[in-house]
């Protein structure tokens, strides 16, 4: 099957400094990847819509200018998150889809831990 | 706004036995449904994908079923094994057609051996 990656696995970076995340998909393109976010003992929450070659859509509630996001290729969507806070510290998850309607595949997250 | 609600939220069965996860969905406009398992502090793996048009789908001891009149799937776990103890979780489109997943929050599996 399609295959996710995403760099790092976990970071802890101090609050006020930033921390970028790679998302990368091995073995197909992807046109559209998608962030989301997911605290302790809660479900998946969507943030953006990272799509190449064009500007990233963001869900209600979500600061764009803190979340930066690129997909400057096919295969690599990076998220920036920008003078970080502790209450930024959750579970990062990026997907992407093989072809559009089918199966949707996930990274394996990437834990921030702000202090 | 579609919103997904997974019912029990937790569940401890010995092994051996048979199990249904539930899964509900507020509007059932959805282009698919989709099954997948998370491992504590890991991504998701999908396990299973139902198109809109489709009744059920199998993958070894995984069945899952769909019902989109009444907003409604269920997975079907045969034979536990303590292999299968993780959090599955269901998502479908935020609407329509749409990439965009909505996620119910899961029920946590324990399969004792």
């Known amino acids: 099957g399609a295959v996710v990656s995403q760099h790092p696995s976990w970071v802890i970076c101090k609050s006020g400094t930033s921390v970028k995340i790679e998302c990368r998909s091995l073995d197909f393109q992807a046109t559209t990847m998608f962030w989301y976010r997911q605290f302790p003992k809660q479900s998946l929450m969507l943030m953006a819509t990272?799509?190449?070659?064009?500007?990233?859509?963001?869900e209600q509630g979500v600061e764009k200018d803190k979340f930066l996001i690129n997909h400057a290729s096919l295969t690599l969507s990076t998220l920036t998150v920008t003078s970080a806070h502790p209450e930024d510290s959750s579970f990062y998850i990026c997907?992407?889809?093989?072809?559009?309607?089918?199966?949707?595949?996930f990274g394996p997250g990437t834990r921030l831990t702000v202090t | 706004k579609q919103e997904v609600t997974q019912i029990p939220a937790a569940l401890s069965v010995p092994e051996g036995e048979n199990l249904v996860l539930n899964c509900s969905f507020t509007d059932s406009a959805i282009y698919n449904l989709q099954w997948f398992r998370q491992d504590p502090g890991k991504g998701l793996t999908s396990l299973l994908l139902?198109?809109?048009?489709?009744r059920e789908q199998t993958s070894g001891r995984l069945n899952a079923s769909l019902d989109k009149s009444s907003g409604r799937s269920t997975l079907y776990i045969a034979a536990s094994q303590p292999g299968d103890s993780a959090t599955y979780l269901c998502a479908v489109p935020t609407q329509g057609g749409s990439e965009k997943l909505v996620f119910g929050k899961g029920t946590k599996l324990t399969v004792n051996p």
């Open positions: 990272s799509n190449e070659g064009s500007k990233a859509t963001y």
């Open positions: 997907s992407a889809f093989l072809d559009r309607g089918g199966e949707q595949y």
């Open positions: 139902i198109q809109s048009s489709q």
